[in-house]
């Protein structure tokens, strides 16, 4: 993907995430593919101006749906990815602060069961995600998205056709390095 440390640290741990989350990450409805298709939206999101943290939203993208255990109703893999973010963070291979881990545990942990949230980081991870429902047959529901770039109908189009032709991990990461 790229030679700057910070790829190579990206790399490494997608590839990992991968490994140990390969259940998951064969997932056609919530694997790789699609964990490359939240980080370019939330990508997307930050570009149209949200005031989110990217290196939370990156990782956010990569892990929410990393632990989960089919792709049938699973209420519990937030809480799962929240616990793996944490145990990723206490080997030394998530650079986040204490407070960016904070936030992207709270993001991942709930992001299937809260509604919306004013915290602009989580709001951010939380759209990137509902923003890809319709990979699933979900009409994406403007009651639910805490953004305004994410209430944008052009976002919303555009969104819808990005499961069909997901980004690479270079392409959808270099907004969010």
Do not use: K
Request: charge should be negative.
């Amino acid at each position: 993907m790229s030679r700057h440390p910070a790829g190579q640290r990206a790399d490494a741990l997608i590839d990992l995430v991968r490994a140990e989350c390969a259940h998951a990450a064969a997932s056609h409805l919530h694997g790789d593919g699609h964990w490359r298709c939240v980080a370019a939206t939330g990508a997307r999101l930050i570009e149209a101006g949200e005031p989110a943290d990217p290196a939370v939203v990156r990782h956010f993208a990569l892990l929410h749906d990393c632990r989960r255990l089919d792709d049938g109703e699973d209420p519990e893999h937030g809480p799962r990815a929240a616990a793996y973010a944490r145990r990723l963070a206490e080997r030394g291979l998530l650079a986040l602060s204490d407070e960016q881990l904070d936030l992207l545990v709270r993001a991942c942990r709930d992001h299937t069961g809260a509604t919306t949230t004013t915290d602009p980081t989580i709001g951010v991870c939380w759209d990137a995600d509902r923003l890809n429902l319709p990979r699933v047959g979900i009409t994406v529901d403007p009651a639910y998205l805490s953004t305004l770039a994410a209430l944008d109908e052009g976002t919303i189009a555009w969104a819808a056709t990005l499961h069909a032709h997901p980004p690479t991990w270079a392409e959808a990461l270099r907004q969010l390095a």
